[in-house]
């Protein structure tokens, strides 16, 4: 499985930015997609995570009534929908797939919030 993250960018406080993670491959075996982040000095964090079916979605508290995960199988892409964005929301935002007893990651997509 493959992982390729695009729509990071630059965007003042409040604004918003839609990232997608397309996957390529053995995409019939994805389970579980999830969104994380890894700011500068900090560990990886878990940000949003999705069922296979999208049904049954997980928000990180900080990132609660904000953002939105989606997945849209028949294009083999999940997104995520970042709305009122803080300073503190800025990192490296890479998509996960879990694929039976393995993970999988994309290289990342830079998203940064001026204040």
């Known amino acids: 499985v493959q992982l390729v993250e695009s729509g990071g960018g630059l965007v003042q406080a409040g604004g918003s930015l839609r990232l997608s993670c397309a996957a390529s491959?053995?995409?019939?075996?994805?389970?579980?997609m999830g969104w994380y982040r890894q700011a500068p000095g900090k560990q990886r964090e878990q940000v949003a995570l999705?069922?296979?079916?999208?049904?049954?979605?997980n928000y990180a508290d900080s990132v609660k009534g904000r953002f939105t995960i989606s997945r849209d199988n028949a294009k083999n892409t999940m997104y995520l929908q970042m709305n009122s964005l803080k300073p503190e929301d800025t990192a490296v935002y890479y998509c996960?797939?879990?694929?039976?007893?393995?993970?999988?990651w994309g290289k990342g997509t830079l998203v940064t919030v001026s204040s």
């Open positions: 996960n797939a879990g694929v039976t007893s393995m993970d999988y």
């Open positions: 491959g053995n995409t019939f075996s994805i389970n579980v």
């Open positions: 999705i069922s296979s079916g999208g049904g049954s979605t």
